[in-house]
């Protein structure tokens, strides 16, 4: 009983340190201005949204919040076929290079983004892509790719080899097979992937800061980083687009929570 | 409907030779069994004629045509598996229909063709049913209507009855049987099992480690066996094998009787047995006997009989069905 006890305790004790900054900063974005003096871990005593509508508009949050969903849905939309189309080839078919083809995948995937930065970033130059969503798509693409094909790729070898036999058999072509046949039974290892390189492309600073530096094209990582060098006073400024930063993506993981954590151990256990 | 050719096919997996030069005719509307022990090919030779494995070397012909780089859709071929590999997120009539719909037939005719087999297959509660939401026997029969809904040229069944209980392993076997009565649709059947063998074809291909033992109708494999293999594999209880001077006495390497050949006599016994075993079937009785010089032996008797265990008994052979094969497995006449 007493050792449930301590150990009951440690775990609330984390869960408070991990949960504490979050609320602090929730709780000052809501604050009123004469509110914003008491120390941070006091809950406000009446809410306001003004932080908000402040940072939304005159803080340009409004443009970095769209600019950012742009391209998020763009990658999580794009990665989700091409990442699981590449893995079908690898898993399913045959074909000529199909080895040299997985040596590159793993040697992407050990290679880390600081190491190509500058190489990724005159090719995006030289093809004259900087300030265009286009360019930092292409790259998270790129970048994150060989991470969502291994997860794809693990999943399809969960997927029993007769279920392919019996399409083909049936009359199916391969991109039948892989629409109606193969996709249909992947849907937790879609929703990871989507999720994932939602929150991935969300909260990606780097790229971003080098790829898409023009105001007008600014994510919410480089307007908020932007935002808190230049009104390192406004405490309840940056808190608030630090909140309208996280929402989306706390959103989402709560609402495919489930699925996400099977689509991660899938092929682990089965 | 489709008579096939296997003319010197053979199979290789990298270096190793699963199949060697298989020959092999089946007339158009047969029911054909290929049986063996596992791992001896049998599902690899029905993945050939079915297209979803390349043939190292050989031809296939399909109704007289080359078949081996047609597409299994251009074989025009239906296949039944083991797992029976039913589309999990399809419900059965979307299963059943799946096929014609990708080749973009009217609507109306699917439900048709697809309510027919289900007619026929007594599925028709559970059309709109999921794969996971059936027995296995319904499942297997699902997976049989996928097939038959197509109307193929040539049936091919890899084991479908291994993973039903022994009941209703029986009951499927008939209605196959029957099944393949109505269609008159050639059929090739893979199972590990003679007994479903025996029972459901018309002619059996005995395979042993790749290669083709003995092809014929059931009863000239258990008449005249053309290896000392076939003879083990065919018939149960397995036919007595015996070797040394006992098979010496008919001037052979081994000699083999089958267990319903024995009798338990009183009169001038052939061997003296001693019972080790008896089971008692109520239409027969099988009797274990271990016998000084020839080893353990197998007589199956007709009706019940009361023998018992460490019980001395005269044993006798029917001379006239008794085989003789050389040291080589062959048969010697
Ligand atoms: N894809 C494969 N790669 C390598 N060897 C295989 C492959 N498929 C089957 N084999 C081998 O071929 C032999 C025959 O297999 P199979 O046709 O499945 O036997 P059966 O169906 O009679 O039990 C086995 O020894 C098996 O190990
Ligand atoms: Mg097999």
Redesign the pocket.
Known sequence: MASRLIVFGILALIAFLMTAPSAMTLFTSLKPPEELILPAWTPPASITFEHFERVWTDGGFRRYFLNTILISAVDAIVMIGLASMTAYAMVFMSFRGKLALQVLFVVGLMIPVTAIILPLYTTIRSVGLINTHLGVIFADLALAMPVFVFMFSSYFVSIPRALHEAARIDGATEFQIYRRVVMPVSVPAIITTGLLEFMWSWNDLLLRLLLLPREGMRTLSVGLLNFQGQQTRDIAGISAGTVIMAIPVVLLFLFFQRHFVRGMTAGAVK | MADLELRNISKSYGATKVLHDINLKIDDGEFIVFVGP?GCG??TLLRLIAGLDEITDGDLLIGGERSNKLSPKQRNIAMVF?SYALYPQMTVAENMGFSLSLERRPKAEIRQKVDEAAATLKLEALLDRKPGQLSGGQRQRVAIGRAIVRNPRVFLL??PLSNLDAALRTETRVEIGELHQRLKTTMIY?THDQVEAMTMADRIVILNAGRIEQVGTPMELYNTPATEFVASFIGSPKMNLITGKAAQEYDAATIGIRPEHLDIVTESPHWQGLITLVERLGHNTIVYAQVPDVGPVTISLEGQHEYQVGQNVGLDADLSKIHRFARDGRPLV
């Open positions: 596992s049998k599902s083991q890899d084991e893979v």
